[in-house]
Structures are given as C-alpha cells and as structure tokens.
C-alpha cells in the first residue's frame, strides 16, 4: 500500500465525470437503449376519465389484431400479484386499475406486442365503459368535498399505521408542529399581525429519457433492468407484491437520462414485472413525453401563512397552513408534507410557531418529490411573506431578515439547533454579491428594473441507510459497489473521488458498479440530496475497511509495517500469483436520530446536516406587456467541503434554471382533469434563450460530520428562485404576484389593478 | 390494420454503404437504432423540439424523430457515432467545460455544435443561443455549453 | 403510425396526378415535419404520402426574376430561404424572421410551400408574406393559377387549393424602397410558438406612408390584415400620434381567441404594444 510516497489528493478536485467520454460519443449505457432478444413492447391503455367506476372493459378487438401477444387488465395481474397496490408509504396505487380510475391517464390496460408500433396500435381498439363518479381536482375543494377519492387509507410503512381504516377524508396524512408557548396568545399579543395565502401550480420533471423498465424473467426469478432512482426499493417492493424472498429479484440501473425525483419508487416497475411474468418473455414499457405528464407531476399547494411581530420588527409568531395537491395516489406525497411542513416556518428564530402540512388525495395525477422536495413551493411562500412585512413595516429587506434570522447554536422551530450552517452566512453572501444598500440601475422609459433576494433551509432526510462494499484487487485497482444511481449529478465520481483519497491512488484507479441488486447492497435511494453524505460516507468507511484488511494481509504475508512491498507481491505471496482481493465493507446511518414527537414535530437531533441556500435575482420588465426578464441570478450554497467543485457549481446552476422555467413559464394545465399541455410544443422547458446570467457562490466550511466535511448540494439551487424572482418584480414595478407562474399577464394584470385600470377578466 | 411493408434503402452511413430493410413507418431513429444498433439519436420529446433525435442528413442536421426512414434512400447520414476513435474539439471541449450532466441531450448538442462552428466560425454568445435554442437540456448545463461551443470554436480556429 | 405507401414521382405533374381531390388520405409530404407530427400523434392515417424530394430541382431553386420581382421555388427550405444572400438583399425582413422561427433542424427540412399549405395560423411565415404581396402559383390537372397568399387561407388549417393542387413557387413583388419588419410576440419561453406576430411593410415617401401592409398572424385562424390601421397610417407622417393611433385600432379591430398564452383582453393589449413597436421601428429605420 505504501508504494507512492506523495499523498495523492483525489477530493477538492475537479475530476471530469468519470463517463464523459460514453456520454459525447453516445456510447453510454441507458435502459433506453436496452433491446433483449424475443421481448415484447408494452402499451399502456390510459383511463379517459378522472374519476369513474369501471364497468368493463373490452379488449377482444385489440387481443385479436395481429401481432399482439397480449391484453392484460387489473384483474390479469391479481393472477401474479394477490393484492396488486404498491406505494412507498401507502399501499394505495394498483398496478393497473381495478375496479375504480382516479384520474385521466391511470394505466387501465396493457397490450403486448412484438412490434412497438402494433401495440400503439392496438390500444385504440381497447374499449372501457365507465360509471362517471364526482371528481375533485382543487386541493382547497378536497377538503370539505363529499366525493372521496379512496374508500379507505391504506397505510403501508409502520409509522403510519395508526392511519389504517380511516374513511371519508381526502386528507392523506396530516402533520403537525408545535414549537414554543400558545401560538394563539402570541398573536394576540403581537403589535402587528399579517396574513397571505400563495399558491404554486402543478409542473412537471420530464427528464428527457422519460421512464422505462425491461423486465426478464430467468429460470429462478425475474430481473428488472430499469430507469430508478431507488433500485433497493424496488426489489423490496416487487418482492412483497409477488409474495417472492428478495433475492429472486435482481434491480440493474445503468445511467439515468435524468431523474429530477421522477424515476423514485415504483413507476412502471411493478406493471412490467408482473406483464414479463404473465407473458413468460422479456417485455419494455418506454413512455413517451407525453406520458410523462400522465405518470408523475410537481406538487401544487396552497399555503397560508400568518405572523405576528412585536414593535422592534421581530417575529413572535408564525402559523402555517400547507394544503398539497399530491394527486390520486399517495407516492411519497406524504413525506414532503412532513419533510417539507418541518421547514414551512423558514429559517427564522421564532418563538411560538404552529405549522399543519396536508397532503390532499384529488382526481389528479400524481405528484411525487420534484428537486426540492417540497421546499421550492414553501420558500415562495415564506419569502415572499417576509419581503411583504418587510415593506409594510418600511424596514429594509436584508434589515428585517438580520433582525430574526436563526443564528448559531439557536434552535429551529423543530426543536434541532443549526450545527454548522449559518444563515447569517448566506444572507451576507448574497446581499454582497447584489451589493444590496449600493444604488442600482433602474431602468428607463416603459422598462423598469427591479432586484430581490430570498434565502431558504432544508433538513435532509432522516433516518436513512446506506451501505457500500470496497473490493481492492493485486493489480490495486478499488472497486466500490453501491446502489447510489447516477442520474447526471455525478455521484459516481464523487463516490470515486472519496474511495481515492482513502486508498491514496488515482480517481482513475477506482471502478464503481453500477447498482445491481444481486451485487451492490442496500441503499435508501437516490433522492433529497442525501447521497453525497449517506453514500458517501459508506464509501470512505468501506475503503477504510479496505484498508486495514489490506494491512492485515501485509502482515499476514511478512511485510513490515510501512514497507514498500507493492500490493501486486502481497497478494503473490498469498495466492501464488498477483491475483486476488481484499474486501470492505460499510453501513452508514447517521448517529443520534430521533424521530419527532408525532404531536408537537419536536426532536433534538431531527436531520444529521441542513442544508442552505439564498438566490439573488436582477429582473427587468417590460411596463407595456409585464414581461420580466431575469437578466442575473446569483446562487448562494452552503455546500460543505466540495468533493469536486466543478460538478457542486454545475448542480447548484443546473438546479436554478429547473427552478426558473418552474417559475417563469413551466405549467401543467387541466380541463376537467384532462393535461391539456403534454408535450414541448405546449410545456415550455427553458431553453438557452431563457436564461440569465448565472453566477454561484459557495460558503464550502466542512460539514462537522460529514464525510470530507461534505453534504449533499443537488437541490439547494432550487430552492430561493421563485421568491427571489418576485421579490425583484416587486421591487421594479411594486406588485406583488402570489401565484406561480410569473408570466406577463400576470404582472401586466397586476399592474392594471394597482393602477386601478384592471384588465378585463374572461 | 395492414400488413407490416418492408422495403430495402441503400444509404451512406457514417462514412459506409451500407443498406437497411426498413418498415414503412420508420424515422431515422428508428433506422438507427433497429437497424444498426446505435442509439445516439434518441427520441424524446418526439416532436422535433429537443434536438435528441439529432441526424446529419446530406450534411445537415435533421430531427431524426421526424424523418422517414424511407426518404433516406440514397442519402449520406453523419451520427454522434461517426469519430469513435479520437474525439474531436468539441466533444473534448463539452468534458473539459462539464457540459453535460445526465448526458441525454449532448449527442444533439455536440452535433449541432459542429454544424454551428462549421457556419459561423467565431459565433458571439447570442449567436449560440439562437442557434442551439432547438436543443433543450433538463438538467440546466446551458452556462457550461455555451462556455464549450466558445472553447472548441477558439479551438478549430487556431487549428 | 399506420401502415401507408410512399410515392416519390420525378416531376410535380406527376405527384399532381397521384392525387385524388376526394381522398383526404392521399397526401403530398413537402418537408414533412407537420405531417409527421399529425401522423404520430394519431391525427392524420395516410393510405399514401407522395414525398416531393425528388422532384426537379427548379422547383427548390429561388432568385430575381427579369420584371424585378423575386421567386422562390416551393420546395426551397426555410433555410435556404434564410442563407440566400440575394433574398436578404431583396427582403431582409425575411431572413430576420427565420432566426426565430422554429428551429436550425426544422428549417433545414420544412419547405415554403409545404409551410404553406399547412395552413397552420401559428406560423411565423405566412403574415410576412402576406406583408410582402406575395402570390404563389400553382399547378393542378385544370393548369396553374396565381393566388395571392393572403387569400391562401380559408381558416383553422384550412386552405382555398384543391385536394390535388399543389404549390409550384412563391412570387414576391419588387419591393423598392418599401420598409419591413416582422415582430414575433411569445409569452412563455422566448423560443415559442407566437402569441402572435406583427408583420408590417409600408413606403415612406418622404416621411408620409403609403400603400401600408399590417398583417397579424396567430391571433386567429388565419393571417389578418389590418385594414382599420392601415387607413390610420396611409397618408401621414409616422408621428408618435399617427403610431399610436394605428395601435388602437389595431387593438379595436382585431379579435382575440383567449388560450394557454393568454387571454383575449391581454393578447390584445399584445397587439397594441406590438402594432406600436413595429411602426417605431419602420419609422427608424434608414431608409
């Protein structure tokens, strides 16, 4: 081990990512690609209803066109799958729907054809007769409606348990937090009170490769080479669904086309799984881009939020109302009601805060996590609230946020201090790179120019584990394997770059297997930004493993301690020729979680890391038409340690502009549940005409625990663009726009009304 | 529903002439990728938008999504696939700049790129963005594009 | 897609002749990418498409004609439209329209006649040409007939041609010292399909306009010329007042359809501020 004797530094470095070559060539590995000898094509056959009983279903007329094998109904796959629901927290969503459809696009049917365009074909001619139920789209109407999207919840994980049976609600999972004294009191003690209600609207990830699974079933089991953010999950998942051990299901996940949270959990999994069964043959179901819009969305939500303040401009109070639209099936919906509702009250040291986050069932389709995880949405929220006190009490934005940000060591409303974080950090930050308090440029004739700033907190997602393997071979090479899915943020050269830097060799020397359930162990998922600390972790902990049974070896074979005998001799001496391995391995889960008190959300130790973030916004706008311009963004991060500060810029940029096209153009539209904008031509993803100058900066202090001082920065791009932006709009033409998107009517309309000439409504 | 029809088109691919039965209502993507197994040109959103299906058909490029397959009888097609062995200045200059993150998009992107620098030589930041505005990137790697585009386009012009 | 045949015929008389006025299945493929994107998403079964590529090459050719005007061949793409250095002299306001039109792999393959026909009112083209008095001629077993594009459009992807009439050329007049411009309006991502676009080409005799074209695409079902702010502008100096009253009555007389870019009320404010900057930048430009 001791042959170089310069320390080889692989973290800090921006290696490129370790599969740029596959990628400019094309060459790369994605289940886009994959084509198995004798598969057959999934179509699926969408509900053209939101909400309906099913009468029956005719699938003669397809079943007998030539070339397609087979038409499987949800009554099919009960043949395979006793009770056909899956879910990550609830067992609510069928396979294929049963004897109810939820919303417009719920897979109904499935045609299996040897020739893709045959069974596109063939899906016309499926006919389905409805009992057309009342459906409900608004999560405002889900609350008192009279029409239930379920019968009954059906809880999955044990911790929600106590939901099991409760019938006649659309409320899918309630939380609660209560922070400090009577938040009531607080109120009516308080010199000023002010109330607004925001809403944010539904939208779409859309990763370009859009979701696709294979399944292949071998002699023993079935083998799912599929397009996941979870693959541990979706053995798990498949595994109870079949009633087989885990072990029978093998989950490969080459590269992602993107991810974005879209590709988590179950999307086609279970559906192709149990087609591939039935069928005996290997059987892709590939989306289109227009099924995207149909299969996961971005949770809308309306959220009101009320403070109270004394007379020196702190906040005393804060009450929180979340309302998620999280659609006909619960996905992970509840989980960003909690994970998300925790934070609702933002990164503010107030003393009696009460938060309630609802995740609501509607005829929707479902929403799921999005980059964010909830915090995009209630960061518009809260920081559009706070520059509106601000100016209503005529302190200065950065002023008002000094006098009641969380600084060191105090406590977050949920009862956990801030560790290494620093709000106070990040505000300067960005006040600085906007040179807040310094004149600026205002504009001139119809054009006016504004500029805002907001600043946001996520915790990360707790408790959650995951676990690596390090194999270290005679040729001294390190394989790392783990279950950590690189969508495009580069996990897999940060993973390399920390096993590097334990073994002292170069990034190059270190191979990463991609996840394969039969060789890389467990891990949560790859989502909330979480892999970088958790996964990271367990390959720095796994490589130390390594390590030391690699000196073991050494000294099993008569090597000195701090010898030069290469490794190449160690394992000859062993083994007889240079040939074979060490192995280590590793479980991580963060120490000292403990979960929130289910009444109050209180706990001490509720996320091993926070994560910060502040995003400043020069706009300017059109007065004849209300068209705003982003004209600069400037990210701030607190990133930790950067493993590889190339990739962290590229995160935190690439995160913001997903948030701006949410912000400024990107909205799923709904007649009557129908999407009425599924595809490009009508869903407007930015494109390079649409963006700003882009600038990031980093606040890179080591996180205390983790792992090179590192911690997750996936997201944190996300979450201050939206409040930003309209903080900026406010501050150029001095309306203020509650609902997302800012489009130019909306502004324009504003405008109009503030001039007390409104613009006719339709 | 007809029988499927198949026919047989000769084309030059990649610099080979090559030949290829094909069904009536193939594009190029689907002649790519059934046909000779590259998968490059990918389709996405289907609609000519994305630029994914990218294609250099009779050296221009086309969205492969969008083309009979049919139509290319006789033709010359160029795809990412076409430099295997070295790469040239603007792939290098996409992994030196980090321009690409999930990787979906940068087929289309490099080619277009190509195409671009082989029109304007030493195009201005705006003339980027016009041109590869068709080309869309989920994961926002826009800034570090544009930032390659200017890289291999500096590049080829000292070459 | 379903099953369908290709035809590809040697000359445009005989793709003519392949076509049957009474079967809307058998269609001329130009470029292509509309009828792709119908054919994809289920909206239009072909029984036959008759491709164009191999048609003469006059027919994809363009240039100055003897009397001074300027014809392009219908199968000329968009972007030879765009790089054809002669009809950036002879029209430059068209070469500024491509830029933000569609895009580079569109332009390449979508012809001037197939864009045409198409008769889809969201396109950028048609209100330009009609700006510009073009006429297109064209060729049908009855012989060929001249028709001004602005009477080419009968509504919502609706044409006046006959089922097996096709597009031979596009014929623009001489243009003179006649000022152009062409401003396209998005309201969701820049690069969009127009919340509608402005085309205008007037002579400035001295400083007085005359003879004015106001056209107003993707508003309605079809190109509209604005003949209520042309008789505002015919005959006066482009003064901050004469601009601003054209803008009105563009705005009164146009009608609006409310859809994803936005209502009517606001779309017709679109057509005020739009109508307005056109006539600016006409009115600035050197002549």
């Known amino acids: 081990m001791n042959d170089q004797i310069t320390q080889i530094r692989a973290v800090g470095q921006s290696h490129p990512r370790r599969e740029a070559r596959e990628k400019v060539t094309g060459r790369i590995e994605y289940i886009h690609n994959l084509r198995l000898p004798n598969m057959l094509y999934g179509k699926i056959f969408r509900s053209t209803v939101a909400h309906a009983r099913i009468v029956s279903i005719d699938t003669s007329e397809a079943a007998a066109c030539p070339g397609v094998d087979m038409v499987l109904t949800g009554e099919d796959i009960r043949k395979i799958m006793p009770d056909p629901h899956f879910g990550v927290m609830f067992h609510d969503q069928p396979v294929l729907a049963l004897d109810k459809v939820r919303y417009v696009g719920e897979p109904v049917a499935i045609v299996l054809a040897s020739d893709p365009n045959v069974a596109a074909e063939a899906v016309a001619l499926i006919d389905v007769d409805y009992d057309e139920l009342e459906p409900v789209f608004d999560e405002m109407e889900a609350l008192s409606a009279e029409t239930f999207v379920h019968d009954e919840l059906k809880p999955g994980i044990p911790e929600i348990q106590f939901l099991k049976g409760v019938r006649d609600t659309n409320v899918g999972f309630p939380y609660q937090l209560r922070h400090g004294g009577d938040v009531d009191k607080a109120f009516e003690e308080a010199d000023r009170v002010f109330e607004h209600t925001f809403r944010t609207h539904p939208s779409a990830h859309v990763p370009l490769e859009p979701p696709v699974t294979v399944a292949e079933p071998t002699g023993a089991g079935l083998t799912l080479h599929t397009a996941n953010q979870s693959p541990s999950f979706v053995r798990y ?16 996940v080459p ?31 590939s989306l289109s881009m227009e099924e995207q819009f149909y299969t996961i969305t971005k949770h809308g939500a309306t959220l009101k939020i009320k403070s109270g303040l004394d007379k020196d401009g702190r906040i005393t109070a804060r009450k929180c109302e979340v309302f998620w639209n999280g659609g006909a099936y619960a996905d992970i919906g509840p989980a960003v009601a909690f994970h998300a509702g925790m934070t609702a009250a933002g990164p503010y040291d107030i003393e009696n805060v009460a938060i309630d986050s609802f995740s609501m069932y509607t005829n929707r389709p479902v929403a799921g996590a999005m980059r964010g995880f909830g915090h995009p949405q209630l960061i518009w929220a809260y920081e559009n609230h706070t520059d509106m006190m601000a100016h209503e009490l005529g302190i200065d934005p950065l002023e008002f946020r000094r006098r009641n940000i969380l600084r060191e060591g105090k406590e977050h409303a949920t009862g956990t201090a801030l560790n290494t974080s620093s709000v106070e950090k990040v505000l300067d930050r960005v006040a600085e790179r906007l040179q807040w308090g310094k004149p600026f440029e205002r504009g001139e004739g119809t054009v006016k120019r504004g500029r805002g700033f907001a600043i946001g907190i996520k915790a990360s997602i707790a408790p959650s584990t995951s676990e690596a393997i390090v194999r270290l071979g005679a040729d001294g090479s390190a394989t790392l394997m783990c279950s950590s899915v690189d ?11 920390i096993v590097a830097e334990v073994l002292n060799m170069p990034v190059e020397m270190v191979h990463v297997v991609h996840p394969d359930t039969d060789v890389t162990p467990y891990d949560t998922g790859t989502l909330g930004s979480r892999s970088l600390y958790h996964m990271g972790h367990a390959a720095r902990l796994a490589a130390e493993d390594a390590k030391a049974k690699l000196e073991e070896l050494a000294a099993e074979v008569g090597a000195q301690p701090g010898s030069n005998v290469p490794i190449w001799e160690l394992f000859a001496r062993k083994n007889g020729m240079p040939v074979g391995h060490v192995v280590g391995t590793a479980s991580f889960i963060p120490d000292g979680h403990i979960p929130p008190d289910p009444m109050t959300g209180q706990s001490p130790h509720i996320t091993p890391y926070w994560m910060l973030g502040a995003t400043g916004a020069e706009v300017e706008i059109d007065t004849e038409t209300g068209r705003v311009t982003v004209l600069r963004m400037i990210n701030v991060a607190d990133t930790g340690t950067q493993i590889n500060p190339k990739i962290v810029d590229h995160q935190i940029s690439g995160a913001s502009i997903m948030q701006l096209g949410q912000t400024m153009q990107e909205k799923v539209h709904f007649d009557f549940g129908q999407v009425t904008n599924a595809s490009f031509a009508d869903y407007k993803i930015p494109s390079m005409l649409d963006i700003p100058q882009i600038e990031t900066s980093v606040l890179d202090g080591a996180e205390a625990d983790g792992p090179f001082g590192a911690k997750g920065v996936g997201e944190t791009g996300s979450f201050c663009v939206s409040s930003a932006i309209a903080n900026a709009v406010f501050d150029a033409v001095g309306v203020r726009v509650s609902e997302m998107p800012i489009t130019g009517e909306t502004v324009y309309r504003a405008m109009r009304a503030a001039a007390g000439e409104p613009l006719e409504e339709e | 529903m007809k029988d499927v029809m198949t026919q047989t088109i000769d084309f030059t691919l990649n610099g080979k002439a090559v030949s290829a039965e094909i069904q009536g209502h193939w594009t190029l993507v689907d002649l790519l990728q059934q046909g000779f197994d590259l998968y490059g040109a990918r389709q996405s959103c ?37 430099n295997e062995e070295t790469l040239d200045p603007v792939q290098e200059a996409f992994i030196e700049a980090g321009a690409f993150q999930c990787g979906f998009c940068t087929p289309g992107f490099v080619l277009m790129t190509r195409q671009l620098i082989a029109e304007i030589p030493e195009p201005s930041e705006e003339e980027i963005r016009l041109y590869l505005t068709g080309n869309l990137c989920r994961c926002g790697t826009y800034p570090q594009i544009i930032e390659a585009v200017q890289k291999a386009a500096a590049r080829m012009r000292a070459a | 897609m379903n099953a369908f045949e290709l035809a590809l015929p040697d000359t445009l008389a005989g793709a003519v002749s392949l076509l049957d006025p009474e079967d809307p299945t058998i269609r001329v493929m130009s470029g292509g990418t509309a009828l792709m994107l119908m054919m994809k998403t289920d909206v239009f079964h072909p029984t036959q498409l008759i491709s164009l590529r191999r048609i003469e090459p006059g027919y994809s050719q363009m240039g100055l004609l003897p009397d ?20 950036a002299g002879f029209a430059p306001v068209i070469r500024q329209t491509m830029k933000l039109l569609s895009n580079v792999r569109v332009r390449n393959v979508a012809t001037v006649g197939g864009a045409l026909a198409h008769g889809d009112p969201h396109m950028d083209l048609p209100p330009v040409l009609v700006a510009l008095d073009a006429q297109v001629v064209t060729i049908s077993p009855e012989g060929e007939r001249t028709i001004p594009v602005a009477e080419l459009h009968a509504g919502y992807y609706e044409t006046i041609l006959s089922g097996n009439e096709l597009i031979k050329e596009v014929i623009i007049p001489p243009q003179h010292a006649r000022r152009a411009s062409y401003l396209k309006c998005t309201t969701r991502a820049v690069k969009d399909w127009p919340a ?23 508003v309605g079902e079809k190109p509209i010329r604005v003949a209520e702010a042309e008789a505002v502008i015919d005959g006066q100096i482009l003064s901050d007042k004469t601009i601003a009253e054209a803008a009105d009555a563009a705005a009164e007389s146009v009608e609006t359809i409310e859809d994803e870019l936005g209502s009517a009320a606001y779309k017709t404010q679109l057509v005020r501020v739009y109508v307005k900057r056109a006539l600016q930048q006409v009115a600035n430009q050197n002549a």
């Open chain 1, 237 to 252: 998942e498949i595994s109870r669904l079949l009633g087989w051990p885990q072990h029978k299901i093998r989950v490969r």
């Open chain 3, 196 to 218: 509608l676009g402005v085309a205008l080409t007037t002579d400035l005799d001295g400083d007085t306009a005359r003879d004015t074209r106001l056209v107003i695409g993707a």
């Open chain 2, 46 to 82: 289907g609609q000519g938008l994305c630029g994914c299906c990218t294609v250099v058909l009779n050296g221009k490029p086309v969205s492969g999504c969008l083309f009979l397959a049919a139509l290319a009888d006789g033709a010359t097609i160029e795809t990412i696939e076409n």
């Open chain 3, 68 to 87: 001074g005007s300027f014809r392009i061949g219908a199968m000329s793409t968009l972007s030879d439209m765009e790089h054809d250095d002669a009809l």
């Open chain 1, 255 to 285: 590269y992602l086309g993107g991810g974005f949270g879209a590709k988590l959990w179950i999307r086609l999994e279970a559906l192709v799984a149990a087609a591939a069964l039935l069928a005996k043959r290997p059987v892709k179901v």
């Open chain 1, 487 to 497: 969508m495009g943020q580069g996990s897999d050269t940060a993973h390399a770059q």
